[in-house]
Each structure stands twice: as C-alpha cells, then as structure tokens.
C-alpha cells in the first residue's frame, strides 16, 4: 500500500524568503506525486506533478518541486514567499487501492504562513 | 479547461433526512470520480471510487448503503447521505479525471452541517 508523510504540521515563513514544504512517499513502482494546495472551506487547486523527466517540476504560482528518488522525497519550493502563498498544502502519490482502482493518498497537509 | 463543479457548496440538514451532493465535469468527460470526507484540520479520506455505468467500490469501513453514489453519465456522479446524523456532519469533495490522465480535478467541496 502506498503511503505520504508530511512531517511538518505548520511552516511560517517570512515574506521574500525561499519556503519548502516537505514530503517522503512510498509506492510500489514509479511514482506518481503530486503536490495541491487548499484555501479555506474550498476544494484543492492542482499546482503540479511529477511522473517522468526532469527530476524539478515546475507548477503554477512559481512553485516547484524536486523528486528525489533515492530519498523518496518530493519537498515543494518557492524561491520567494508571498503572502497570499498561506494555505494548506498536500502531498498525494497514486497508486492503487485493494480494489485496483488507481487512487490517490495524500497526506495529512501543512499549513504555510507567510508572514508580512 | 478541467473544471469540477460541485453543488451545494453548503448545506444544512435535520437529522434522519436525505441529502444529495452533485459532481460535474464541465468541459471533459470523467470516467472516473472520487468522493473524499475532510475532517476539520485532517487530510482527506477516499471514500468511494466510481465509474461511469457501474457500481461505486467503497473503501474499507464506508457504508455503502449510508453513502449512496451514482455515477450516471460521464459528467455527473452524486453522493446521497442517507438519514443524516450529526457525525455525518463533514466536509466533502469530489474529483474527477480522464480516462488515461494523470492528475484529478477537485470541486470546490460541499460542507454538510446535520442538527
């Protein structure tokens, strides 16, 4: 069975700073990785995916991320924080559940504060 | 493009009723949705897997007959909460992908309130 850690429950980061939110998977397999972001009483918005190539993805909002499979890790960056940047972040690796359906696993979130 | 519209966004119901959460692709066809449960400040559990034209596979511990799921087309797929109770009382979200694709769209989440 697949499954994600995300070891860190809160990350406060000051505004301009570079912010990383951590994330070790393990899969059966290659992996597939994904990283989501989720604002208040709202769905999770895609930010990005890894699943074959370079090991740093680019996504949306100037955030990256780099896979590391030696470390099954698959950290998400930014190289400058904004404000508008705090939200609740989850790490999801797919993989497939006992009835064979592909499903994905996510983590248990981190929630980002950017701090003015 | 990929957009998964979920309706109501709220919704505040009396114990021992019904009530009826819709999913849609509006500009793809999801062959597959999932419907997830979010308790306040935890991550999201799977609930159930559906496919277009077959029964929904639930995971481990879901009550299939309290969580009723129907994925008629390959735009819509509901979740009915049959008679509510307060611990029903959740967040939840759907998403849909293609056939053949690698990520899932989510809605905006439904949070269900029973008194």
């Known amino acids: 069975a697949q499954s994600v850690a995300q070891p860190e429950d809160q990350v406060n980061v000051a505004e301009g700073n570079p912010l990383t939110v951590k994330c070790t998977y393990s899969v059966s397999g290659n992996p597939y990785l994904f990283w989501y972001v989720q604002y208040p009483n709202r769905g999770l918005q895609f930010l990005l995916k890894y699943i074959t190539g370079d090991n740093l993805v680019k996504g949306s909002y100037g955030f990256e991320a780099e896979f590391n499979k030696s470390q099954t890790s698959f950290h998400l960056k930014k190289p400058s924080a904004l404000v508008s940047d705090s939200a609740l972040y989850f790490c999801?690796?797919?993989?497939?559940?006992?009835?064979?359906?592909?499903?994905?696993?996510f983590g248990t979130g981190t929630r980002l504060t950017i701090i003015p | 493009g990929a957009v998964v519209s979920q309706h109501p966004s709220w919704v505040i119901c009396k114990s021992g009723t019904s009530v009826k959460i819709e999913c849609r692709s509006l500009d793809f066809q999801a062959t597959t949705m999932f419907w997830y449960r979010q308790f306040p400040k935890q991550s999201l559990m799977l609930m159930a897997t559906?496919?277009?034209?077959?029964?929904?596979?639930?995971e481990q511990g879901v009550e299939k007959d309290k969580f009723l799921i129907n994925h008629a087309s390959l735009t819509l797929s509901t979740l009915t909460v049959t008679s509510a109770h307060p611990e029903d009382s959740s967040f939840y979200i759907c998403?849909?992908?293609?056939?053949?694709?690698?990520?899932?769209?989510f809605g905006q989440g439904t949070r269900l309130t029973v008194v």
């Open positions: 559906s496919n277009e034209g077959s029964k929904a596979t639930y």
């Open positions: 999801a690796v797919r993989g497939r559940s006992n009835f064979g359906n592909e499903k994905l696993t």
């Open positions: 998403s849909a992908s293609r056939q053949g694709g690698t990520e899932a769209f």
